[in-house]
Nanobody, 114 residues
Framework: QVRLVESGGGLVQPGGSLRLSCAAS?????MGWYRQAPGQEREFVAA???????RYADSVKGRFTISRDKAMRTTYLQMNSLKPEDTAVYYC???????????WGQGTQVTVSS
């Protein structure tokens, strides 16, 4: 069972930045971030797989950047130009092969508000 622990959430003003981290209990080929706002379904945000191939939701392209360490055990989500609509609980997901069969972290709250 892979364990994932997120950190870095908090309250930030619109236009501000936050950096989320997700630490895994072992190296993973695929790691990603999802988010869930109140009353809404969980949605994909960003993923990084294999040698560093990245993918983003259209809503965050150009503002968010996903990266990870060389050991493939920690992934980061740098979030810039944050908007109120980015407010959500952000979840990390990681899989040994892919995200489809991956494990979830417990989530970290991000609130964008003035």
């Amino acid at each position: 069972q892979v364990r994932l622990v997120e950190s870095g959430g908090g309250l930030v003003q619109p236009g501000g930045s936050l950096r989320l981290s997700c630490a895994a209990s072992l190296g993973l080929n695929a790691m990603g971030w999802y988010r869930q706002a109140p009353g809404q379904e969980r949605e994909f945000v960003a993923a990084i797989v294999g040698g560093g191939i990245t993918r983003y939701a259209d809503s965050v392209k150009g503002r968010f950047t996903i990266s990870r360490d060389k050991a493939m055990r920690t992934t980061y989500l740098q979030m810039n130009s944050l908007k109120p609509e980015d407010t959500a609980v952000y979840y990390c997901k990681g899989g040994i092969r892919d995200l489809g069969t991956g494990s979830w972290g417990q989530g970290t709250q991000v609130t964008v508000s003035s």
